[in-house]
């Protein structure tokens, strides 16, 4: 069970956001090439795909996400600058101390905190191919700036959720670690 979940958690971080982005490359590079509009070019390049061309695109997709997904982890921690994530209150300890104590102790609540972890990664990974291909599309005449500008309000709120999952994470690891040490007093 698992592995289903691990392999859920790449295909919605890493292949979706990369397939996204790519697709975005493609509109582009159609649209160069024959002035159609914007749904009949993605339409235009969906048709007669084959399962290697499936299975390569998703290949290079789960790529391209893992690279957008750097761009993603940076752009948080931009925001963090910002607005941080309030500081654990109970512990002063590592994260990493935290993980593995929360890991050992208490798995369900250590599955709970990746599930935010999760999510934190996919709406900043999302957040940054949504803007990227926003700027592309713009920038080549495909949308106009009623898109563009629905394009940087969906980051700005990816982004926000993004912190919030974050800062989610951050209290349950907090709130879980205390649990499992005083557990251990008893």
Not at 12 to 40: D, I, Q, R, W
Not at 48 to 77: H, P, R, S
Not at 119 to 127: E, G
Not at 157 to 167: C, D, E, G, P, T
Request: proline content about 3%; some cysteine.
């Amino acid at each position: 069970m698992d592995k289903i979940r691990y392999s859920l958690f790449d295909l919605f971080v890493y292949a979706l956001p990369g397939g996204l982005l790519l697709l975005t490359a493609n509109v582009v590079n159609m649209e160069k090439a024959a002035a159609l509009p914007l749904f009949s070019t993605i339409q235009k390049s969906l048709e007669e795909v084959n399962v290697y061309q499936a299975t390569v695109f998703i290949a290079v997709a789960y790529c391209t996400g893992f690279i957008t997904n750097i761009a993603g982890y940076y752009i948080l921690k931009l925001k963090e600058l910002i607005a941080p994530v309030p500081k654990p209150k109970f512990s002063q300890a590592g994260n990493s101390e935290k993980l593995t104590v929360v890991r050992e102790l208490n798995k369900e609540n250590f599955r709970y905190i990746e599930q935010w972890n999760v999510l934190k990664n996919f709406s900043s990974n999302l957040a940054s191919v949504i803007i990227l291909s926003c700027i592309l599309l713009y920038s080549y005449n495909i949308i106009h700036l009623p898109a563009l500008i629905t394009g940087i309000i969906l980051f700005v709120v990816l982004i926000f959720q993004a912190s919030s999952y974050h800062r989610w994470s951050v209290i349950d690891l907090d709130n879980a670690y205390k649990n499992c040490k005083h557990g251990d007093q008893t």
